[in-house]
């Protein structure tokens, strides 16, 4: 089983600051890595997939990079509605494994 | 829209059984491959299980194989979670989620649906 381990676990920054986040495979996932947001009492919503490619319904200020076995989550101003959980998640290989989430708060 | 709808949840005694139901609309059920996430209370996310979009073939984390069984109805365009044997471990939160390809192979989780809580408990 590939682990994911995420870092940190919480990240405390204010609004309009840059938030960076790490996403570490216990064993190369090529460029099958996607991130999740989720907001509390809410289901998640896929953000990036392909280790860099981001979901539509997101704004320009998030981006992914990396590939192998680090990847980083930038968001580049941090508005309001990004206070959330991110979870990275490995999809080269089954079974598929989450990381254990960064909670983004102010 | 495409939109998925989790229902079936329920309070039920170690060893009981329960079924998920997830009724999907929005897009051409059989085309695409669906699994099962769950989240226990303030933890983070597990992948349960995936089924292709033919229903042909299914996938299974190792805790839930044996006891879980998914299945779809292209009919009724409806995914279904059979929980046998239950624990305590498998309260959660399980959502139904739609993925983006047919076979569920390397492929992400891009809708999902607003989950249904199961309780196991005396």
């Known amino acids: 089983e590939i682990v994911m381990t995420q870092s940190p676990a919480t990240l405390s920054v204010s609004p309009g600051e840059r938030a960076t986040l790490s996403c570490r495979a216990s064993q190369s996932v090529s460029s099958n890595l996607a991130w999740y947001h989720q907001k509390p009492g809410q289901a998640p919503r896929l953000l990036i997939y392909g280790a860099s490619t981001r979901a539509s319904a997101f704004p320009a200020r998030f981006s992914g990079s990396g590939s192998g076995t680090e990847f980083t989550l930038t968001i580049s101003s941090l508005q309001s509605e990004d206070f959330a959980v991110y979870y990275c998640?490995?999809?080269?290989?089954?079974?598929?494994?989450f990381g254990g989430g960064t909670k983004v708060e102010i | 829209e495409v939109q998925l709808v989790d229902s079936g949840g329920g309070l039920v005694q170690p060893g009981g059984s329960l079924r998920l139901s997830c009724a999907a609309s929005?897009?051409?059920?059989?085309?695409?491959?669906k699994s099962w996430v769950r989240q226990a209370p303030g933890k983070g996310l597990e992948w349960v299980s995936t089924i292709t979009g033919s229903g042909d073939s299914a996938y299974y984390a190792d805790s839930m194989k044996g006891r879980f069984t998914v299945s779809s109805d292209s009919s009724k365009n409806t995914l279904y979670l059979q929980m046998n044997n239950l624990r305590a471990e498998d309260t959660a939160v399980y959502y139904c989620?739609?993925?983006?390809?047919?076979?569920?192979?390397?492929?992400?989780?891009?809708?999902w649906g607003q989950g249904t809580m199961v309780t196991v408990s005396s």
């Open positions: 989620a739609k993925m983006d390809g047919t076979d569920g192979y390397r492929d992400v989780f891009n809708i």
């Open positions: 929005g897009f051409t059920f059989s085309h695409y491959a």
């Open positions: 998640q490995q999809y080269n290989d089954w079974p598929l494994t």
